[in-house]
């Protein structure tokens, strides 16, 4: 019932930044925590960074902390993930994702996934 889709990825240059935006439909009229998550070619899915149901709450993996910001404004569905000083490492399909039970930082405490956008950056 949940659907989610993201935009914003694409080609980046190193130290640049980029802007996804996640959006929900359906489901209750009730506001999921969210969370983003992202797979490197030849890697595992890796957590990101996930914010509460209200937006009080962040949180980020160490390796991006102080330059990606997450963010929601839940009038219109939507959760944002703000990328700054994007590094080569950093490419990888993005996935937007609503929490269900269980931890911010695993997958298994995700119910719903987006399809992913492409986030390439180039050295």
């Known amino acids: 019932q949940v659907q989610l889709v993201e935009s914003g990825g694409g080609l980046v240059q190193a130290g640049g930044s980029l802007r996804l935006s996640c959006t929900r439909s359906g489901g209750t009229f009730s506001n999921y925590a969210m969370g983003w998550f992202r797979q490197a070619p030849g890697k595992e899915r890796e957590f990101v960074a996930a914010?509460?149901?209200?937006?009080?709450?962040?949180y980020y993996a160490n390796f991006v902390k102080g330059r990606f910001t997450i963010s929601r404004d839940n009038a219109k569905n939507t959760v944002y993930l703000q990328m700054n000083s994007l590094k080569p490492e950093d490419t990888g399909v993005y996935y937007c994702?609503?929490?269900?039970?269980?931890?911010?930082?695993?997958?298994?405490?995700?119910?719903?996934w987006g399809q992913g956008t492409q986030v390439t950056v180039s050295s």
């Open positions: 994702a609503a929490k269900g039970s269980g931890s911010f930082y695993a997958l298994s405490g995700y119910d719903y």
């Open positions: 914010i509460s149901w209200s937006g009080g709450n962040s």
